[in-house]
């Protein structure tokens, strides 16, 4: 584009206490997108301020209330840009998103002014690799003339009925996974804020909070209590007639705890049900094939692998695991016909794997290995 072309003013408003370890990673990858950035604190005892300073003066104490959205919304109200855009302190943009934004700007000004609010892929990463460990979907830039808030003081999203919204597929947000101890430290944190948000008037039995109490057990290896709160979930759906695409969520995620808890049984039983209301998504065919392949049915395994490696990623839906859409399942795969002694077909998949992950050690392995078996120079 012209670097003669007018953009809009973007502001980057944030939230954050104590992140001396993360924030300025997040402000350098991204400072050269906004004309503003704002950050408000909620009571940081370590170098957190002093951080922001380098990459802004816009900095506003807030007195903590156990409630994120108020702080988020506060954080917008000091906004005086056209639109604005939230991160965390744990997210970094990439250089080529990075550059997709500064262009995205001028669009808006000059060619596509009307949606209310952008889409753009969160990609929940783990590991020194910053694999991917989910991939979803959230509400991420918006104008700010269409007074969009967020709502819930827990798992805060913005509140969006009535707003025209628009999809961007191809710049991406990441969320590099925290320490295994913070994890469970902000884990246990979010459980007693969304038990408390609960038992209040406005959101007893609200699903998005109950879904997220859900994952919060699931975080922590809980996967009893994860059922317990999935199964209320589903049942939910099914009496407010909720459609079978959220209930085959629920079934899933019912399914891959039972799994978890070696309950294989039950586990083929609810991926079968979910598989009936949504046969477009992996994650109960994985978990099928997982179930099997423990069960030492190395037939029925392939068979749902492969039933599974043909669906693709459909970002519209959330994922328990962004593995099932990677070379795992292929791995998988070739593995069950090295097993059945198809070195062949194993040879054929354990290179696909490797396509899709070709700076993997073992998978590198597994490839010479099977050339080796079939003589393959």
């Not at 050269?32 to 380098?54: L, P, Q, W, Y």
């Not at 791995?331 to 070195?343: F, N, P, R, T």
């Amino acid at each position: 584009m012209s670097s003669s072309l007018k953009t809009v003013t973007l502001a980057l408003c944030m939230i954050v206490k104590d992140e001396e370890q993360r924030l300025e990673r997040v402000l350098q990858s991204s400072h050269k997108i906004f004309d503003e950035i704002i950050i408000v604190d909620t009571g940081s005892s370590d170098k957190t301020k002093e951080i922001a300073g380098k990459f802004t003066e816009q900095i506003f104490d807030y007195k903590w209330n156990d409630n994120f959205a108020k702080a988020r919304n506060f954080s917008i109200s000091k906004c005086k840009s056209e639109y604005w855009m939230w991160l965390d302190a744990d997210d970094y943009i990439e250089e080529a998103d990075v550059e997709k934004l500064k262009q995205l700007k001028s669009y808006l000004k000059n060619e596509y002014s009307e949606p209310d609010f952008f889409i753009l892929p969160y990609h929940y990463c783990k590991g020194k690799d910053s694999t991917t460990k989910s991939l979803v979907l959230r509400e991420r830039i918006f104008k700010v003339a269409s007074k969009a808030k967020f709502i819930y003081p827990i798992h805060e999203i913005v509140q969006t009925s009535g707003l025209k919204g628009v999809t961007i597929k191809d710049i991406n947000i990441y969320h590099q996974d925290i320490t295994l101890e913070s994890r469970k430290d902000k884990t246990k944190r979010n459980i007693k804020l969304i038990n408390k948000a609960l038992r209040s008037i406005n959101y007893k039995n609200d699903l998005h909070l109950q879904n997220h109490l859900g994952l919060a057990y699931l975080s922590l290896g809980d996967y009893k209590k994860a059922i317990k709160v999935y199964s209320k979930c589903f049942n939910e759906c099914v009496q407010r007639e909720v459609g079978e695409i959220e209930q085959a969520k629920y079934l899933t995620k019912i399914a891959f705890c039972n799994e978890k808890l070696e309950n294989y049984a039950k586990t083929i039983e609810l991926c079968l049900q979910a598989t009936a209301f949504d046969p477009f998504i992996r994650e109960p065919f994985v978990l099928l094939a997982q179930s099997f392949y423990k069960l030492n049915s190395l037939q029925k395994a392939l068979f749902w692998y492969q039933v599974a490696d043909s669906i693709p990623l459909n970002v519209q839906r959330s994922s328990l695991d962004a593995s099932y859409y990677n070379h795992h399942v292929k791995d998988a795969i070739a593995s069950i016909y090295y097993l059945l002694g198809d070195h062949r077909q194993a040879y054929e998949y354990a290179n696909k794997a490797l396509s899709l992950a070709p700076n993997s050690d073992r998978l590198k392995s597994n490839v010479t290995k099977l050339k080796r078996i079939l003589k393959i120079a």
